[in-house]
């Protein structure tokens, strides 16, 4: 049974950093590509980063080019994203995700996690 656990939420202030970890089982970690995905209320659930299963590329969407960093340690089967200046609108609940491709679309990733709420406030 495949397992995506998030940790590492919380309620912040703006300007704060957050690290959130995604714990992975049931899977072969390392020929996944993970990935970072948020929702907001009221909004569709969108990309965040991605990182790639064997050399680490990643790819970032515009809205936190320069803030967040991905990164995953195979040997513990965890991705992370490093969520530094947090602002009021990156509140939303993150989620974790597992592709076998490279796309950003959320239909392209098979596995998600249950997701952990980040709020910012201003």
């Known amino acids: 049974q495949v397992q995506l656990v998030e940790s590492g939420g919380g309620l912040v202030q703006g300007g704060d950093s957050l690290r959130l970890s995604c714990a992975a089982s049931?899977?072969?970690?390392?020929?996944?590509?993970m990935a970072w995905f948020r929702q907001a209320p009221g909004k569709e659930r969108e990309f965040v980063a991605r990182?790639?299963?064997?050399?680490?590329?990643?790819r970032y969407a515009d809205f936190v080019k320069g803030r967040f960093t991905i990164s995953r340690d195979n040997a513990k089967n965890t991705v992370y994203l490093q969520m530094n200046g947090l602002k009021p609108e990156d509140t939303a609940i993150y989620y974790c995700?597992?592709?076998?491709?490279?796309?950003?679309?959320?239909?392209?990733?098979?596995?998600w996690g249950q997701g952990t709420q980040v709020t910012v406030s201003s």
């Open positions: 995700a597992a592709s076998q491709g490279l796309g950003v679309q959320v239909y392209e990733y098979d596995f």
């Open positions: 990182i790639s299963w064997r050399l680490g590329i990643t």
């Open positions: 049931g899977i072969f970690f390392g020929a996944y590509a």
